[in-house]
């Protein structure tokens, strides 16, 4: 198999972002500044069975949106480099993941039609300095990035640590499973269309 792997580096005013991605695993280093993120961006990579390495600095001293909003924006870009053609790859992913008494749900199709729908009230603003609606501006900047059609839903949960945790880990989940080369596909495109 040839190597799936991607890097970009995203440099803004407002952001400079490297992120390194093997679908097929390897090391996971990550340092956004923005510690409840970092710890997202692990449970994506450790669950996801990711090799992952993000370097974010960004403008931190206004808030955290540049920053998590242009890695999600740079992990696509990543994610679309790692799957080439897409030739082969299991296309789906779905996974229902509870984190004590949070339940999410995410469906996704590496479909390169763009699109998040994201119904999740998280019962609070703030998980320390992480604002829990950036959870929203990073998925949506990731399915726009990769063409990604992404469904997440939380289906119950009081703890906000624990729903915007359960998130990430249905996304990790789902998206180990959508590029995951399906033997059975002979190594052809998963479209009737023969492209995505």
Excluded: W
């Amino acid at each position: 198999m040839s190597e799936r792997r991607g890097r970009v580096e995203r440099k803004t005013s407002e952001t400079n972002i490297t992120v390194e991605l093997d679908l097929d695993g390897g090391t996971i280093q990550i340092d956004t500044g923005v510690p409840f993120f970092d710890h997202m961006l692990d449970q994506v990579a450790r669950h996801g069975h990711l090799g992952l390495r993000v370097e974010a600095r960004g403008d931190l001293e206004i808030d955290a949106h540049h920053t998590v909003e242009d890695t999600g924006i740079a992990l696509g870009e990543a994610l679309v480099q790692a799957l080439g053609s897409k030739a082969g790859i299991r296309r789906y992913g779905d996974a229902l993941v509870p984190m004590e008494e949070a339940l999410a749900e995410v469906a996704l199709d590496i479909s390169a039609r763009a699109l998040l729908v994201y119904d999740a009230e998280v019962p609070a603003e703030s998980i320390g300095q992480y604002d829990v609606g950036l959870t929203r501006e990073f998925l949506q900047a990731l399915a726009r990035s990769a063409g990604l059609t992404l469904h997440v839903r939380l289906r119950a949960g009081r703890d906000p640590h624990h729903c915007v945790e359960a998130i990430f880990k249905g996304l990790a989940r789902a998206l180990s499973d959508a590029v995951q080369i399906d033997p059975r596909a002979r190594g052809e495109v998963p479209s009737t269309k023969g492209v995505l």
